[in-house]
């Protein structure tokens, strides 16, 4: 089967969405089939970028066109979707769209003060649904996102499922943690926890609602150290930074390249999840995979799909209500001194690599793609 995927992501950055793209491709690869993927050059700003978006749609359909091999299957994860479009309409391609957020409602959050763009954004949300109810099939990453879909967006014709994200457990895995340290130019204290958050510092991600449990736990206890590891907006960075800089164990790191957050998950005792929850949909984080993958103890925000279940389902960790800063701070604190390490560490590797796996996610995306997977109800 030949699978074309097409993806307006470029490849380089140092985020969470080129680290999971470049991760499916490989799994996509390992699957024996024929793989052809179709992404975005770097570019220097943000108005260039849009329009090498417009040209991947563009190139692809005349690839595609002049090619004497035609998909059997398209993946896409694209933001002006003609071209695809076009290959499934004029050559029976079947397109399968990843959808991991609804535009618009980001947007409320990222423009909120910004009425010119939020107002595009609701038109280009309009556009793109056109093509997400022309799509063979919809994978959301979150069955919270898939069901505002279904009720708001979606004909009830489209096929959809949610699957959530993988680990990559050949670049993430358990280390010495000593070893994992001392390759690091931060200086870890011996005596003293540390906890990791590591990520895009987002307004959704709920930093804040980490931070302010952290608070509550280092009037208790000064033996715990929170590390921020991670980029995002800088206005919102400096904000954070300047909020908490009354507390004198949290420190910000700033983005590192993927072979230093491995050793990141690997230097901490315990690594934290929150969110903010104020989307339609909290997604599914890369980093619980990652965390997951090297064999450490979770703490995630409780009650949330994506998150909690994924936790409790296999054991990974514990659950904690970060909007609850004070009883948070107090399971946290309680957790961290009594959790089995060598047990959660040998655990926590198995699950990833039987059960969690980019390879298992992909084998449910092809399952999905020929009628296979149950469509979600």
């Not at 952290?214 to 590891?229: A, G, K, N, P, S």
């Not at 936790?311 to 514990?318: A, K």
Request: with cysteine; charged share 25%.
């Amino acid at each position: 089967m030949i699978i074309d995927y097409v993806i307006s992501i470029p490849l380089n950055e140092i985020s969470g969405k080129s680290k999971a793209t470049l991760e499916k491709i490989d799994a996509l690869i390992r699957s024996d089939n024929e793989v052809r993927v179709f992404y975005l050059k770097p570019t220097s700003s943000k108005s260039a970028k849009l329009l090498s978006m417009l040209i991947l749609e563009i190139n692809y359909f005349i690839k595609t066109s002049l090619s004497k091999n035609k998909p059997d299957l398209v993946f896409t994860r694209s933001y002006f979707c003609f071209g695809t479009w076009l290959v499934e309409r004029l050559y029976s391609a079947k397109v399968i769209r990843e959808v991991h957020a609804n535009f618009y409602d980001e947007a409320k959050i990222l423009f909120e003060d910004q009425p010119i763009k939020l107002a595009f954004s609701k038109l280009y949300e309009a556009y793109i649904n056109y093509f997400i109810n022309s799509s063979s099939g919809v994978i959301f990453n979150n069955p919270l996102l898939e069901g505002y879909y279904k009720r708001h967006i979606l004909k009830s014709t489209v096929k959809t499922t949610s699957i959530y994200n993988g680990a990559n457990t050949d670049l993430f895995k358990p280390r010495p943690i000593d070893e994992a340290r001392n390759a690091l130019d931060y200086k870890f204290e011996a005596k003293k926890k540390h906890l990791l958050f590591l990520g895009s510092v987002s307004k959704w991600h709920g930093v804040e609602h980490l931070l302010n449990t952290f608070r509550e736990l280092e009037q208790e206890r000064d033996d715990v150290v929170l590390l921020i590891v991670g980029g995002g907006n800088q206005d919102y960075l400096t904000k954070l930074e300047n909020n908490y800089c009354d507390l004198k164990n949290i420190v910000f790191i700033g983005p590192v390249p993927t072979d230093k957050a491995e050793r990141y998950i690997n230097s901490a005792d315990a690594c934290v999840l929150p969110s903010a929850n104020n989307r339609v949909s909290p997604g599914s984080p890369l980093k619980l995979y990652d965390y997951a993958a090297c064999g450490k103890p979770i703490i995630s925000q409780e009650n949330l799909p994506g998150y909690s279940d994924v936790i409790e389902t296999h054991d990974l960790g514990t659950t904690v209500d970060y909007m609850n800063p004070k009883s948070a701070a107090k399971k946290i604190s309680t957790y961290i001194d009594t959790y089995d390490c060598n047990r959660i560490l040998k655990h926590n590797r198995d699950v990833t690599l039987t059960k969690l796996s980019w390879d298992i996610v992909i084998k449910h995306w092809l399952e999905f793609s020929q009628g296979k997977l149950s469509t979600s109800p």
